[in-house]
Structures are given as structure tokens and as C-alpha cells.
């Protein structure tokens, strides 16, 4: 029993010296490159992602790139903001050696309950370590390091010194590298002025600085995380709770500044993309270049053209607009601007509510709108899918409707007695007729008669059309339901293609630091429509001859010496006004209107409010674009 228990000691002994010389090893592997103290106050270089036009050459935007620092020592730092930050971040730094074991216990437990990864517990050594020293990536190896130098770090250097690197390159959003940085950034003014309620909305930017910002969606739950941070600074004692309750009803003021971007809308959609499909570390950190679908020369004429007539669209009480061009081959959006293509711009009128009653929202993106506000209601641009679906079952340019008042029974509790744009009616009027000069009654009577309601629907949604949401009726084909400026320019290309549709894409292909191409756009065309249908609607919509009885043969749709097809379209309350018009090489959607859905100055038509802007556009682009004439169709001599 004796030799037994002393064989067991041994072994025990031989287990814990081994233990012993392995964290040896360990400590001494990772600290053997520990950073220098002046890494910490260095400037951190990493190669930010690069949003570039179809050429390569012009820098649109630098994702993340503007990187903002101003190192201040830790004396210049109001005493509530270090509080508040320690509250949140690190409860205990002034009473552990570097890592609080007891949180990360705690978070293992919560973790295992939870069977998710919710909850962290890096003090605030290790998230300077991990910042300034370590990859992104979650190994067992690196949080090993990591622990390892956080250990080493408090063991070198005295609390003080580590909050002082902390708190100057934290990264803050918007570009903002400490707390300096982001004091100017969201509040204009130094970090020694700041108030208690602006201190605990730094401390809760930190949580995640790129979501949680005040420019976002995310602005109230920026807010709400805010009150989280006065709450534990209660808890901490470092504010009575009355304070705290006091702090969380003052309105925390943030100012804007300009982005440094050029095509702000379509620019701005891009990152959007980029940030849903790769990760906020490649996009910060990993040097990728973007290359998109954007056309430069034609994005500054798009941006000065609808500038331009925004200004003077004032008379009919518009006060914004949106375009966007698109290649109908290759589904490339090669122009997009919307109002004065200033994203930064006041809403108008001073003092609006954005999102609710303003005439003009610079940050609302009008041609590819949002979930919860889809799109504007497209009037007659709707019509040409209609007429499309009554080619495909058989009917032809030349089928009779007769245009007359007519009673389309009950549809939604109420008669249904529609008029004529101009209150007149023609009588018998061929299809191509109603089409070209855009009649109502006949439009409607191809909808119930010709080619029915659910199929016409169906063609939308073929071409590209997602917004249609049921029950439908008869002023579906008036443009009764809302629809997105991008997709029904999008769809109209599937009519210059001859059927052929592919969906709108901004980005051409990523490449890394290194050039090697990490994604590359290869969207090919689809059937969607049958080409002598398309090869009709084509040459219907672009028959100055026929049109010219409503809209005079040298309207605003008509260019000299190219053919260009055009659809007009007016809601019937002149909230919306419309212009979707195409040559084989380029597609052009033009919307002008308010985005508080006031009404424009009545019988202002299409014509005249956009018909200007989409004009003068086409004629400044048509010279460098191929001339290309439309395929006729089989039934036209």
C-alpha cells in the first residue's frame, strides 16, 4: 500500500510539473514577440475595401477608409466616459490581473444553458491585445494568446496606461478610432465637453460600432443601449439611480457629416450588398477592390440632368426625382441618382419629419425604396405588360376595343367608372392605338376581356415586378399598386432584348489584396416573354406616328434619329408621374413626385414634369451608346 501511494505521488508530482513546464512553454511561446508599448499609440494600417466605376479608375467610395484618430491622454477624458465604459465593458479591470476568470466561467455556464454563443467576457486588456495584435479569427489558439498577453500587458503596465491605449483606438464607427475621434464625429465638439448622456452613447457604440449607429436603422437600439449603460453604471456605483433615470430623458443630438462618396445612391447600395454577403473584418480590414457596373460619364449627366429638373419641377410642386439606367443585355445599372444627388441635403421643408411628412427625404433612395415603403404607384407604365399578355394569347396590334364610358361593375364596395386621361373618348380604337396614346378604357377592357387579371400579373412578376400583392383589381392596369423604380426599368429591358430578361446587378466582380478575383458577376439572359411579343410592344412604344393624337409628334419622348420606345405613366391623383424608356442598348426609368405623397399641381402630366429630364438625358447618351435600331415584329409590314 505504501510503495502504491508513493507511485501515485510520483505520478501526480511528474503530472503537475509537466503542467507546469507546458504553461511555462505556453507563456513563454506567446510572449516572446510581445508588442512594443508604441504599438498600442500607433496607427493600426489595414487596407480598407474600394468601391470603384466599371473601369477600375474612379474611386467611388473607401469603405471604412477614412480612418479618424486624435490621441489624447487619459487626463483630457471626462471621468464619466472611462466610467461608463468600464460599467460595460470591464466591471472589474481595476481588480483583476488581465482576465476575469470568474466572467468567463460564468459566460461558459450561460452559454451552455443558452446552447448559443451569447454572451463574452474579454476584459479590457484582451480587447486591446486583440485589436492591436491578434487576427479576427475565433481559434482556441488565439484566445489562448490572447489571455496569455492580456496577462502579460497588466503585468507590465499599470491600469491607467492600458485605458488610456484602450480608449484612443477603440474603434467607434463612421471611421472613428478613439474616443476623440468619435466625440467630433457624432457630436461635433471635443471629448472633454461631452455630456454624461453622450459619454454613455459612445460606451454603447463599442458593443458593435457598425451597427449601432445613429445615421441607421439601428438608431434606437443605439438609444436603448444607451439607457443599458447608465443602468450599469448605477449598478456600478459610479451614478445614483435617480442620475441615471435623468440622463436617459435628455435627447442626445448627433450632426451629420458629409460622406465622402461619389454616387451616393448607387454607391450606398453597393455597400449595402457587400455588407450583407461578406463580413465586416474582410470589408475594414482585407484590402478588397470592387468593381462595379456604374458608367461615370453617364452618371454625371444622370446626376446634373435630374438636378436640373428637380429645380424647375418646383412649379408643379415636385420636389424630387429619381432615375436610373441599366443595360437591358447585361442587367448593368450604369446610372442611379435620386433629388439633387446630394445625400446629405436638408429635407425639405425645414423642420419635416423624414419617413413621414417631408415633400423631400435625401436619405430615402426613391429608386430602389425599402420593405416597409416598396415603391410608387407606376400608373401607365403598368400598361405594357397587359398588352403583352393579350399578344401572347393571340390577339395582335390590330384587335378593335372600343373606347367609351363604361361602368366595370363593383371592385372594392364602389362602381367602377373610369375616364380617359384628356375626358374624351375615340370609340373603336385599334390596340396599338390604345397603347401608344395610352387610353384608359381600353387598356382596361384588354385587362378584363383580353388578357386577364391574374395572367397580366403574372407577366409583371416574369419580367421582374416583386411588389404586387393581392386582392387586384381592375386598376392594376392604371397603375394602381406600388412598384420599384429599378425593377420596372429592369423589366422594360426585357422588351429591348426581345424577351430576354436578366436581373439588375451593380457589381461586377471583387477581387482581393492580391488580385486574385474572390467573386465575378455572371448572370446570364433568360426567356421570360415570347420574342415576337416583345418585338410588338417595341415597336408599338416607339411609333412617334401613332402617339402623336395625345402627345404631339415632337414630345418629349421622341428623339431625333434614334428609336427610342417610351411609356408615360400619371396616377389619376398626380401624386406620381413617370417615364420607363429604351433603346436595345439602354433602358431609362425617370420618377419625379414627393415622398409625402403630396400631389402635384393638377393635370401636370408625365410629359411635361419628367419628360424634360428623361429627353435631355437620351439625348446626351444615345451618341455613345451603339445605334441600334428595334427587330420588327412578324405582324407588322
Request: aromatic share 12%; with cysteine; proline share 5%.
Amino acid at each position: 500500500m505504501k510503495k502504491l501511494f508513493l507511485l501515485l505521488l510520483k505520478i501526480l508530482g511528474a503530472g503537475i510539473l509537466s503542467l507546469g513546464f507546458g504553461a511555462l512553454f505556453l507563456f513563454f511561446y506567446y510572449t516572446k514577440d510581445f508588442p512594443r508599448p508604441e504599438v498600442f499609440s500607433e496607427r493600426q494600417l489595414s487596407e480598407s475595401t474600394k468601391i470603384y466605376d466599371r473601369t477600375g479608375q474612379i474611386l467611388l467610395y473607401e469603405v471604412y477608409g477614412e480612418e479618424k484618430r486624435t490621441w489624447v491622454p487619459l487626463s483630457a477624458i471626462p471621468e464619466y466616459l472611462k466610467q461608463a465604459v468600464i460599467a460595460t465593458e470591464d466591471a472589474n479591470f481595476y481588480h483583476h490581473f488581465g482576465v476575469d476568470f470568474k466572467s468567463i466561467l460564468w459566460a461558459i455556464s450561460t452559454d451552455l444553458k443558452l446552447k448559443r454563443a451569447a454572451f463574452g467576457a474579454s476584459t479590457i486588456p484582451q480587447q486591446l491585445i486583440r485589436s492591436t495584435f491578434l487576427s479576427a479569427n475565433k481559434t482556441a489558439e488565439r484566445k489562448t494568446r490572447e489571455i496569455i498577453l492580456a496577462l502579460e500587458i497588466s503585468r507590465r503596465y499599470s491600469k491607467d496606461q492600458i485605458l488610456e491605449w484602450y480608449l484612443n483606438q477603440v474603434p467607434f464607427g463612421q471611421n472613428a478610432y478613439g474616443a476623440a475621434a468619435a466625440s467630433q464625429t457624432y457630436f461635433g465638439k471635443s471629448v472633454s465637453e461631452i455630456s454624461l448622456s453622450e459619454a454613455a452613447t459612445l460606451a454603447a457604440i463599442i458593443q458593435a460600432p457598425y451597427s449601432l449607429s445613429p445615421y441607421g436603422e439601428n438608431k434606437n437600439k443605439l438609444l436603448i443601449r444607451k439607457n443599458y449603460v447608465l443602468n450599469r453604471m448605477a449598478a456600478e456605483h459610479f451614478l445614483d439611480a435617480a442620475t441615471a433615470e435623468e440622463e436617459k430623458n435628455k435627447e442626445v443630438i448627433f450632426i451629420e457629416k458629409p460622406l465622402l462618396l461619389k454616387a451616393p445612391y448607387f454607391t450606398l447600395w453597393v455597400k449595402q450588398q457587400l455588407e450583407n454577403q461578406f463580413s465586416e473584418e474582410l470589408l475594414r480590414n482585407k484590402g478588397l477592390k470592387v468593381i462595379t457596373s456604374l458608367d461615370w460619364e453617364m452618371q454625371k449627366i444622370a446626376e446634373k440632368t435630374v438636378k436640373e429638373g428637380v429645380e424647375k419641377n418646383v412649379i408643379y410642386n415636385a420636389y424630387n426625382a429619381g432615375m436610373v439606367a441599366i443595360s437591358p443585355k447585361t442587367g448593368e445599372v450604369l446610372a442611379m441618382t435620386v433629388g439633387k444627388g446630394d445625400y446629405n441635403a436638408e429635407p425639405f421643408p425645414k423642420g419635416c419629419n423624414p419617413g413621414v411628412d417631408c415633400f423631400f427625404d435625401p436619405k430615402f433612395n426613391v429608386v430602389i425604396g425599402v420593405k416597409v415603403n416598396p415603391g410608387r404607384q407606376p400608373g401607365s407604365t403598368f400598361k405594357p405588360f397587359v398588352y403583352a399578355t393579350a399578344f401572347e394569347k393571340g390577339y395582335t396590334d390590330q384587335t378593335i376595343v372600343v373606347d367609351e364610358l363604361t361602368n366595370f361593375g363593383t371592385w372594392g364596395d364602389k362602381e367602377y367608372v373610369p375616364q380617359n386621361y384628356d375626358d374624351r373618348f375615340r370609340g373603336p380604337v385599334t390596340l396599338r392605338q390604345a397603347l401608344s396614346q395610352s387610353l384608359n378604357i381600353p387598356s382596361i377592357k384588354t385587362l378584363l376581356y383580353l388578357a386577364g387579371i391574374e395572367d397580366s400579373i403574372k407577366t409583371a412578376e416574369n419580367l421582374g415586378i416583386t411588389t404586387l400583392k393581392p386582392p387586384f383589381g381592375p386598376a392594376i392596369v392604371l397603375g394602381g399598386w406600388e412598384v420599384k423604380l429599378l425593377e420596372i426599368t429592369s423589366a422594360y429591358g426585357a422588351f429591348a432584348t426581345g424577351g430576354l430578361k436578366i436581373e439588375p446587378t451593380a457589381i461586377l466582380k471583387i477581387e482581393d489584396r492580391n488580385g486574385n478575383i474572390i467573386f465575378e458577376n455572371k448572370k446570364t439572359l433568360k426567356r421570360v416573354l415570347e420574342k415576337n411579343v416583345a418585338n410588338l410592344i417595341n415597336n408599338i412604344l416607339s411609333d412617334n406616328e401613332s402617339r402623336s393624337p395625345m402627345f404631339g409628334s415632337m414630345s418629349n419622348l421622341y428623339v431625333e434619329n434614334y428609336s427610342v420606345a417610351a411609356k408615360t405613366g400619371t396616377t389619376d391623383n398626380f401624386r406620381d408621374t413617370w417615364i420607363i424608356g429604351y433603346t436595345p442598348s439602354v433602358s431609362v426609368g425617370v420618377w419625379a413626385g414627393n415622398n409625402n405623397n403630396e400631389p402635384l399641381l393638377k393635370k401636370q402630366s408625365a410629359v411635361i414634369v419628367v419628360g424634360p429630364i428623361f429627353h435631355s438625358f437620351m439625348e446626351q447618351i444615345l451618341p455613345s451608346l451603339p445605334k441600334e435600331e428595334f427587330e420588327k415584329p412578324a405582324t407588322t409590314d
